[in-house]
């Protein structure tokens, strides 16, 4: 598959070097076009505008952080429209760690849309943070990473394939609108995180892979 990644951060290199391993085709544009061409030159991907990486790629995912939302979908221009856009981000206010939500309480995949009519819209990867999804595979205790992903049922035959060529394994958790609470548990976890907290002393299970099932039976 083509994929144009829209920022050249943290996410960018764990993710497209993941998918480049996977024998995708990958084309990063950045806002700093330096930083683009030097992430590129590291993960054997090729670099440019954001407009290109927006028409480059059959699937786009959009990696930036919320403040630079807005830019960065009016520099990729009409170009997203009709193409599955997978968001990874989380917006976040990192004064106090809560939680930037958009119009009527709408979560950035939400914003995305409504900035880029026509593209069709999923969450995901944002659950993780960048160094687990430079694993190979991404996982947690040996275990394959679960991927909770949500949006627009066109773009998630595409989800799935860039969750599974991670090496990890596609949770699908609904439509566009369940994209908020993917955003709103990963906020938890991030200001657990910047709190000091092991996010296990919260999300606590009695023994770790313990199914429903399992729970229902004792
Ligand atoms: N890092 C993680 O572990 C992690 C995990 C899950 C989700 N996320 C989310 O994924 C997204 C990307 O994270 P990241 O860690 O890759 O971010 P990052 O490395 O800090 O930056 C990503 C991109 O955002 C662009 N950017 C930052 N501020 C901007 C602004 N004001 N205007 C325009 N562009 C701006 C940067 O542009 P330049 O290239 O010009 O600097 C950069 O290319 C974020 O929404 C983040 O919350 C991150």
Same mark, same amino acid.
């Given at each position: #598959?083509?994929?144009?990644?829209?920022?050249?951060? #943290?996410?960018?290199?764990s993710?497209? %070097?993941?998918?480049?391993? %996977?024998?995708?085709d990958?084309?990063?544009?950045?806002?700093? &076009? *330096?930083?683009?061409?030097?992430?590129?030159?590291?993960?054997?991907?090729?670099?440019? @505008?954001? +407009?290109?990486?927006?028409?480059?790629?059959? $699937?786009?995912?959009?990696?930036?952080?919320? *403040?630079?939302? =807005? =830019?960065?979908?009016?520099?990729?221009?009409?170009?997203? !429209?009709?193409?599955?856009?997978?968001?990874?981000?989380?917006?976040?206010?990192?004064?106090?760690? $809560?939680?930037?939500?958009?119009?009527?309480?709408?979560?950035?995949?939400?914003?995305? %849309? +409504?900035l880029?009519?026509? !593209?069709?819209?999923?969450?995901?990867?944002?659950?993780?943070? /960048? $160094?687990?999804?430079?694993? @190979? &595979?991404?996982?947690?205790?040996?275990?394959?990473? !679960?991927?909770?992903?949500?949006?627009? *049922?066109? /773009?998630?035959?595409?989800?799935?394939?860039?969750? @599974?060529?991670?090496?990890? *394994?596609?949770?699908?958790a609904?439509?566009?609108?369940?994209?908020?609470?993917? =955003?709103? #548990?990963?906020?938890?976890?991030?200001?657990?995180?910047?709190?000091?907290?092991?996010?296990?002393?919260?999300?606590?299970?009695?023994?770790?892979? +313990?199914? /429903?099932?399992?729970?229902? $039976? +004792?």
């Open positions: #598959m083509k994929i144009g990644v829209l920022g050249a951060g #943290m996410m960018t290199e993710l497209a %070097a993941g998918w480049i391993r %996977a024998g995708h990958v084309l990063i544009g950045g806002r700093t &076009p *330096e930083k683009a061409e030097a992430l590129a030159k590291r993960i054997g991907a090729r670099a440019g @505008t954001l +407009r290109d990486a927006a028409e480059f790629g059959d $699937s786009v995912l959009v990696a930036v952080r919320r *403040e630079g939302l =807005e =830019e960065t979908l009016a520099a990729a221009g009409g170009a997203l !429209a009709g193409k599955p856009v997978i968001d990874c981000g989380n917006a976040v206010d990192v004064s106090d760690f $809560s939680q930037v939500t958009y119009q009527d309480g709408a979560s950035m995949a939400e914003e995305i %849309a +409504r880029a009519p026509g !593209a069709h819209v999923v969450k995901a990867f944002n659950q993780a943070h /960048a $160094s687990v999804w430079a694993m @190979t &595979p991404p996982a947690v205790d040996g275990r394959p990473l !679960a991927v909770p992903f949500a949006g627009d *049922e066109e /773009a998630k035959p595409a989800a799935r394939t860039l969750i @599974t060529d991670l090496g990890a *394994e596609p949770l699908d609904g439509d566009l609108r369940q994209a908020r609470n993917l =955003e709103a #548990m990963a906020i938890v976890v991030i200001r657990l995180l910047f709190s000091g907290y092991d996010p296990h002393s919260v999300f606590a299970f009695a023994s770790p892979g +313990r199914t /429903a099932e399992a729970f229902t $039976s +004792r």
